[in-house]
């Protein structure tokens, strides 16, 4: 049967991945939105997040085996390596990180989470004018059904007295950039585990999220409260030390089936567990986002027709 041929490609192991990344990223977008909303500032809490979950990362690659070395070859071998781990780490986390946790603080985090996850219609367009993947007719859908929904939440943001554009701008960027990365990703020729690259970006982006908050936010440092430390906790073991590996496994690992069971849910539980928990808004822009981004997404991932089996 078609549908058991499709399924058969994920195994079990996979499958709970998937479930736990899209409840994990799905309902951190409130929980972020908790930690920063209050006027902590935001990159000290990507950064604290970052340095107290690479611990727990590193506990992961010890405990599965994964070997932390880059390998070094000669000296040219290792500067491509790392050259190409530095370009890996600024498309999939330095903006990516930056630009996000900024827009969370001018956004709902229900939008930041809609917006945010637009990266799958972006990855779409750079497949195909980029490194020549086709984009079929649906795909084309899919992208023109993405900029209707991030036009309405622009137009509704730049309509009101106390939009916020800015925001809508920065997870835009954001979501290019992740998109960018993931491409990357897929092709990377660095001859190691994934969990070693994400090791390795983690910890470089931790040292780009400290200096940028020594720079930016030195004067604004304080104790975090009880809500806010509660979620640099769950970021940190839950987003860096779980959610960020098990996404760059499935993305380099698996089709884009994968991916798409994951991507399709994130934003929708974003919207509605920041509706429930923070008692955010929902005007009717972002309803009709929702439904775009979820014909967007599905219409550029969800899996062609497979032959029927002879």
């Known amino acids: 049967m078609r549908d058991n041929a499709l399924m058969q490609r994920l195994t079990a192991q996979q499958l709970w991945l998937l479930v736990g990344l ?10 972020m ?32 085996k994964v070997p932390f070395v880059i390998p070094r070859g000669d000296a040219n071998q290792a500067y491509k390596h790392w050259r190409e781990l530095l370009l890996l780490a600024v498309f999939n986390m330095f903006i990516w990180h930056g630009c996000i946790i900024l827009a969370v603080t001018l956004l709902s985090s ?28 649906r795909g084309w859908l899919g992208v023109g059904s993405a900029a209707s929904g991030v036009l309405l939440l622009l137009s509704h943001e730049f309509g009101k007295l106390s939009g916020a554009p800015m925001g809508v701008l920065l997870a835009l960027i954001a ?7 993931t491409q990357l990703l897929r092709r990377t020729s660095i001859p190691v585990a994934t969990l070693s690259i994400s090791f390795w970006m983690t910890v470089l982006t931790a040292i780009v999220m400290s200096l940028l908050a020594v720079v930016f936010e030195q ?36 089709p884009p089936i994968a991916s798409t069971l994951s991507v399709m849910m994130i934003p929708i539980l974003g919207v509605f567990s920041g509706a429930v928990w923070l008692g955010e808004k929902l005007f009717w822009q972002d309803w009709a986002a929702v439904a775009l981004m979820v014909v967007a997404i599905g219409s550029v991932l969800w899996p062609k027709k497979m032959a029927a089996a002879e």
Not at 22 to 31: A, D, E, Q, S, Y
Not at 115 to 131: H, R
Not at 227 to 245: C, K, Y
């Open 175 to 181: 979501a290019s950039t992740w998109a960018l990365g």
């Open 22 to 31: 899209t409840l994990v990223w799905g309902i951190n977008w409130p929980i």
């Open 33 to 64: 939105k908790l930690g920063v909303g209050s006027g902590f500032p935001p990159l000290t809490f990507r950064a604290l997040s970052m340095w107290i979950g690479i611990p727990v990362l590193a506990m992961g690659l010890m405990t599965l």
């Open 110 to 137: 229900g939008r930041a989470a809609i917006l945010g996850y637009t990266m799958p219609i972006f990855s779409a367009i750079l497949g195909a004018t980029v490194y020549g993947d086709k984009l079929s007719a």
């Open 219 to 254: 004067a604004r440092w304080r104790m975090p409260s009880g809500v806010e430390l509660a979620s640099i906790l769950f970021n940190a073991v839950l987003i860096f030390g779980f959610a960020h590996a098990t996404w760059f496994y499935l993305a380099r690992s698996l």
